[in-house]
């Protein structure tokens, strides 16, 4: 029998993808594990194994075509024994694929490997997420689903041991062993009350806005996916997170004669230091050692509980051409400055070629957002669900300051932490602030 391969969906949030690259082609032998295609999110781009083995009889989707629908047919396999080009001939019908991308002049343009359209998204039996009962998408191989089913188990009560959390077999027999959640009955809307719903403002149609200004004194640059989500997010953030913001100034001088001293006693391998920190650096450390000392603020906020973390995931807004994405320093708290340095000067350049996995910038229990390189003063950032906490860094700058009674200088930086009140009151956000504070004026508790 033809084994489809389908879009995956490489994260949680992923809607649909690019099919950048085949890596094999119509008649190869594949088995599980080997590397077949990249696929180019939002983010990042990412390598694509096969699941089963057999021979590639039909590649439905050819390289270079963009906005291909998570789980839709992108191309088949024969199994072991199976003819390949009666695999072929069966292969899925349905809707055209997506267009692929058009090359710039003076290039050519991605060769397909095969004419045949893209058949449409597999009927919900099929698909790799089932729906849980509150909208959110529960990732899951088929047969853990009709073995759910058979059980009366609500998937989305199951926590995943498969890739990118993916509910498997092994899973849902623990669930059945211990008595797992039964799947709850969706209560039906009243009408009432869905007359009732408040309906949001919708935003002012492209016609309407482009009317607002002379013809031909713009150009229309079309969103790319990352553009998208960001604004969905941020969006979200903003309609549905209760923002409250506490701002304090820091001295820095300490910090900063410190990090002279670090730098200057760094070992050095093949004639380059082993390490070379950055007042970003010491700021992800301090952030870190104060969610650990203040721990009801490491936390995140879902409608039936509150997630108390158990350790600091830091995350670190990093800008790409785009847009930005935030990289995460896991168990931050517990790694040494060095060793901070060196992951995030990782993570960054990786970034920026847009290589990071999601498990790299997905998740976290908060963020720092530092313009002070950019010689700004200071401001309020949006916090990035699921986080509760975002510490926004502005320069450090020469200010008059008074000490013991005397007009001094002293380097000083302003950070502002924006906090979601429905988990982090104002004094829990206060007293997490001058935790931060406390680090950054006495550096040297960063390396005990």
């Not at 690259?21 to 594990?33: A, I, N, P, R, Y």
Request: aromatic residues 2%.
């Amino acid at each position: 029998m033809p084994i489809n391969i389908t879009m995956p969906a490489l994260s949680p949030t992923m809607e649909e993808g690019n099919l950048a690259k085949w890596l094999v082609k119509e008649g190869d032998t594949v088995k599980s594990g080997d590397i077949i295609a990249e696929i180019e999110t939002d983010k990042a781009t990412m390598e694509v194994e096969a699941v089963d083995e057999g021979t590639v009889a039909k590649i439905v989707v050819p390289a270079g075509t963009e906005g291909v629908k998570v789980n839709a047919l992108i191309a088949v396999l024969a199994a072991d024994g199976e003819d390949v080009a009666a695999a072929a001939s069966g292969a899925g019908s349905g809707a055209p694929a997506p267009k692929a991308a058009e090359a710039p002049k003076g290039e050519a343009a991605p060769a397909p490997t095969a004419q045949a359209p893209a058949a449409a998204a597999p009927a919900p039996a099929a698909a790799p997420a089932a729906a849980s009962a509150g909208g959110n998408r529960t990732f899951s191989s088929p047969l853990a689903r009709r073995l759910a089913k058979e059980a009366g188990i609500d998937l989305s009560a199951i926590a995943g041991s498969g890739p990118h959390g993916r509910v498997v077999k092994s899973d849902v027999e623990a669930a059945v062993a211990v008595g797992g959640a039964k799947a709850a009955p969706v209560a039906a809307v009243a009408p009432q009350a869905a007359a009732q719903a408040p309906v949001a403002p919708k935003p002012a149609s492209d016609d309407a806005v482009l009317k607002l200004f002379e013809p031909g004194s713009y150009e229309l640059v079309p969103h790319d996916g990352m553009r998208k989500v960001i604004a969905k997010r941020l969006v979200e953030s903003k309609q549905t997170v209760p923002h409250f913001y506490v701002s304090v100034d820091c001295e820095l001088d300490a910090l900063l004669a410190l990090r002279t001293q670090l730098n200057d006693a760094a070992p050095r391998k093949d004639g380059a230091p082993a390490y070379k920190l950055s007042v970003n650096d010491m700021v992800i450390k301090a952030m870190a050692l104060a969610l650990r000392d203040v721990p009801d603020a490491n936390v995140s906020w879902t409608e039936s509980n509150m997630v108390k973390h158990k350790h600091a995931d830091v995350g670190v807004a990093v800008s790409i051409p785009g847009g930005l994405i935030t990289p995460i320093i896991r168990k931050a708290e517990e790694k040494t400055l060095s060793v901070i340095s060196n992951e995030m000067r990782d993570l960054g350049k990786r970034a920026k070629d847009r290589k990071l996995k999601p498990e790299e910038y997905q998740g976290g229990t908060s963020s720092v957002s530092n313009m002070g390189m950019m010689g700004v003063k200071n401001f309020a950032a949006v916090i990035n669900p699921p986080h509760a906490t975002i510490l926004a860094v502005g320069a450090g700058e020469q200010r008059p300051v008074v000490k013991n009674g005397q007009l001094a200088v002293a380097t000083v930086m302003t950070v502002t932490l924006s906090t979601d009140h429905r988990c982090v009151d104002g004094a829990l956000g206060a007293e997490l602030l001058q935790a931060f504070k406390g680090y950054i004026e006495n550096p040297m508790g960063m390396l005990v």
